[in-house]
């Protein structure tokens, strides 16, 4: 009880505010690197508040950058904050904070999309059944869309093998997402792993599936799924996938909901299950065979012609 009311009244002492601290490292936001930091305090209060309670909680903040959020998450009084930057520029002003804040922030220099130690970051005692509420452990973080997409593929593949940070259970994952470098509007999503999966077919076949859907996403559905057979029986098999799943041809992409992903799935599972290379198949490589026996005929005959 004593050690609770003291988490709670976790104050960090008066610190240099963030926009001294770019100043003072000379942390000037990198644009090819989509960085761009938030300096407002109530703001970044806000965006940690929508992690729900995080006292006494431990958290993985990704991309702390100057280290805006990562002042929010103290002051929320969590038990210990691991930060992952990439960046070495950030580390020298991160360091300051830990020692602000003594005991509770770890400071990892590197890349989040190769970082594979998050299975073992956390206390064991945190770990929960997969079936019961989620752990008091939280990955918070505002990346740049072309690391929170990729990220966010590589942490479902883990939700659906319990692996990663989703060893401890279901870890709930507050993010930011900015439509562009520099824009004031920030989203932010709190996702908390189901249970049950909506779709209960392979990670890699669930991707395969809706990747392919989405590569055209302003076409109907049948110019997309046809693409997941060879060309040789492309139409036939697009028509009975399509058929049998139910989906109307002509839906667009962002028109299909999750009961057309799942039909669409299970019915390409039953496919693959059949013919068990269709699974392998992949059109771009067959795009690129393609290609480089064009370029082979056309070589042979520029040889003929020297
Ligand atoms: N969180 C800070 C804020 O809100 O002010 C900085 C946000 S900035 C948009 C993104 C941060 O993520 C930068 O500090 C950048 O260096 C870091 N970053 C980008 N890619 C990363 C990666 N793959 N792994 C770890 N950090 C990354």
Redesign the pocket.
Known sequence: MAASRQAAMFRLPPLPT?GEIIKLFKLK?EKQ???????DLRL?DKIVRKAGSLKDAHVC?????????TRSILNAGVAEVLL????PR?IPGLQMLSDAAPGKVRIVH????T?NKLGKAFPEHLMKNWEDDPPDIHII????FS?STPLIIKWLENISKRDGPFRYGRTQMTL?F?KEVGEVDVTVIHFTPLVQPKIEQPFKLVEKVVRTVFQFRRKYCHQSVRVLFPEAERLEKAEQLLKLADVDPILRPTQLSMFHFKSLCDVYRKMCDEDPKLFTYNYRDELTEKRNRKRSRFCKTKDDVI
């Open positions: 963030i936001a690197l989509s960085q761009n930091f938030l300096l970044t903040e990704v991309g702390p950058g100057p280290g805006g959020i992952i930057e990439k960046d950030f590197g890349d989040i999309l970082y973080g505002n990346l740049p690391v930011t900015q």
